[in-house]
């Protein structure tokens, strides 16, 4: 991905006075760090193309701001002189948060997309919002005494409709929740800036900078969950939002007439036909892991006839979405996670030749249809939304950690 979460344009790119020029550049060799993880400062003078005393100033400064780490090359073999590697500090994080039916999973995230920390907590029933907040809230207290490093956001993935100005959850209905306004509850209760968007919108920003979709212009990404299928798009190298941020619903696409209504009130969605509770009740199994499901499916598809006509059925409501998505994206890549990623790993090539085989010629040539690979993407995905502001202007973290020395205690405020 080229831009930002929030589809802004990064702040300065057209300021005239050195002071803009500066924070253009920081930010800029920031980001390099941040999606390559590692890089040498000669890849950086390179990519960008300032000089090498340049990008050796920005760089010391990225690490007085203990934004980037320096390290010597171990590999002195190579021709000249070995180039300085820059790496992502784990001074600064950002907190992501994922309520889901089950769980509530918190992730600590440095830059560069890792997850260093995850605690999941389990639930009876779906969390409330309230719920969420106070669990976030307590764990951010443990956390403050084990974590030496400052706290920039905190980033919420949600299984819902999410108001990109407000942070509103509209409506999440696996968890119940109705305007819900999550990120204002959590400024609140914890004095950290939060940021909220829909989960698979995370996945899709997380799979474009550091997944299968590193370095494509053109990213469709649908995940299957137990509670249905979400997706998103980044289209020229930007994560498509529509108005409100609500853009991606790509699991409410129609993709059977005679289908079964769905809880959004229409009929035939694509999450209704392809669901998960089907091919585990297929293969016979209560509960399973994907890994697990797909284990099963690759034993029993083609040679249990009952199994390979649900999963026959699911394909072909599948490629018929995979069809309208590549001929209204053009996508380089699709990204398959979840459930779905077990389901076109357990089959072959048989999503692919849908595809080809149905979409417009132009499109269908373009296409490669595969399996996701990164674990953790909605939490990394929730950490990019804290980090964007940071990759805009990295002397923000300045101001950030000033404000929390004149607030001794910021995470008991509230
Ligand atoms: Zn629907």
Redesign the pocket.
């Known amino acids: 991905m080229k831009d930002t979460a929030d589809g802004g344009a990064r702040a300065g790119s057209r300021g005239s006075n050195l002071e803009d020029l500066r924070r253009q550049n920081l930010g800029a060799v920031l980001s390099l760090v941040h999606a390559n993880r590692s890089i040498t400062r000669a890849e950086i003078t390179h990519a960008t193309g300032l000089n090498r005393s340049t990008v050796a100033t920005i760089v010391a400064e990225l690490e007085s701001l203990e934004l980037v780490t320096v390290s010597q090359p171990v590999d002195t073999k190579r021709v000249g002189r070995p180039s300085t590697i820059v790496g992502p500090s784990e001074r600064h994080i950002a907190v992501a948060l994922n309520p889901d039916t089950d769980a509530i999973t918190i992730g600590v995230v440095a830059m560069g997309g890792r997850v260093l920390r995850e605690f999941r907590f389990d639930m009876e029933q779906s969390p409330s919002a309230t719920q969420t907040v106070s669990t976030l809230k307590a764990l951010l207290r443990g956390l403050e005494l084990s974590h030496r490093g400052s706290v920039l956001g905190i980033g919420i993935a949600v299984p819902g409709l999410v108001g990109a100005r407000d942070g509103i959850v509209r409506v999440a209905p696996h968890l119940d929740w109705r305007d819900e306004p999550l990120v204002e509850m959590v400024v609140t209760a914890t004095g950290i800036p939060a940021w909220a968007a829909n989960d698979a919108t995370c996945g899709v920003v997380a799979e474009g900078q550091f997944g299968e979709g590193a370095g494509e212009e053109n990213v469709v990404y649908l995940n299957g969950g137990s509670g249905g299928i979400g997706g998103g798009a980044i289209v020229g190298g930007q994560l498509l939002t529509g108005q409100g941020g609500f853009s991606g619903e790509l ?2 696409t129609l993709v059977n007439s005679d289908g079964l209504r ?3 009130g ?1 009929v035939g ?1 694509l ?2 036909e392809v669901n998960r509770n089907d091919l585990l009740a297929a293969v016979g199994l209560e509960t399973a892991t994907n890994a697990q499901l797909e284990d099963r499916l690759r034993t029993l598809y083609l040679t249990d006839p009952n199994v390979t006509a649900v999963v026959d059925r699911q394909l072909e409501f599948l490629g018929i979405a995979l069809r309208n998505f590549v001929n209204t994206f053009n996508p380089g890549i699709v990204v398959l996670g979840g459930f779905l990623a077990s389901v076109r790993n357990a089959t072959g090539g048989a999503l692919q030749e849908a595809v080809e085989h149905s979409a417009l010629p132009g499109p269908a040539s373009e296409v490669r249809i595969v399996s996701s690979t990164l674990e953790d993407n909605l939490l990394i995905g929730a950490g990019e939304l804290v980090f964007q502001a940071v990759l805009r202007d990295p002397t923000s973290v300045a101001v950030h950690d000033q404000s929390n020395e004149r607030r001794p205690e910021p995470l008991a405020a509230g």
Request: with cysteine.
């Open positions: 699991g409410h769905c809880h959004c229409a969605c999450e209704t």
